[in-house]
């Protein structure tokens, strides 16, 4: 069984920053993929960022320059830093990871979600 637990959302006001946290714990052999999602009231969930196991990265448009996505590869955690935060930006943010159980045997995961306010 894989679990994923977020951590680091809040109130922040426009301009400030916050660093949301997503760990993996269970049977897990490797993880090719770590992403955050986000999903506003009213609105579909989309991609943030994704970084793959060997550094690569993308991001949305909209959070380009502001927005950092790292990993942990030992501690199977994946990291979002975001600077410079607008009221645009407040949604419940998810963590996404493709996870391989064993070899070969590919499953995709997503964390409880963590609410991100950005407001004055």
């Known amino acids: 069984q894989v679990q994923l637990v977020e951590s680091g959302g809040g109130l922040v006001q426009p301009g400030g920053s916050l660093r949301l946290s997503c760990a993996a714990s269970g049977r897990i052999f490797s993880i090719p993929d770590m992403g955050w999602y986000r999903q506003a009231p009213g609105k579909q969930r989309d991609l943030v960022a994704r970084?793959?196991?060997?550094?690569?990265?993308n991001y949305a448009d909209s959070v380009k320059g502001r927005f950092t996505i790292s990993r942990d590869n030992a501690k199977n955690t994946v990291y979002l830093q975001m600077n410079n935060l607008e009221p645009e930006d407040t949604a419940v943010y998810y963590c996404?990871?493709?996870?391989?159980?064993?070899?070969?045997?590919?499953?995709?995961?997503w964390g409880q979600g963590t609410q991100v306010t950005v407001s004055s």
């Open positions: 996404n990871m493709l996870i391989a159980t064993m070899r070969a045997r590919y499953d995709n995961y």
């Open positions: 970084v793959t196991s060997g550094g690569n990265t």
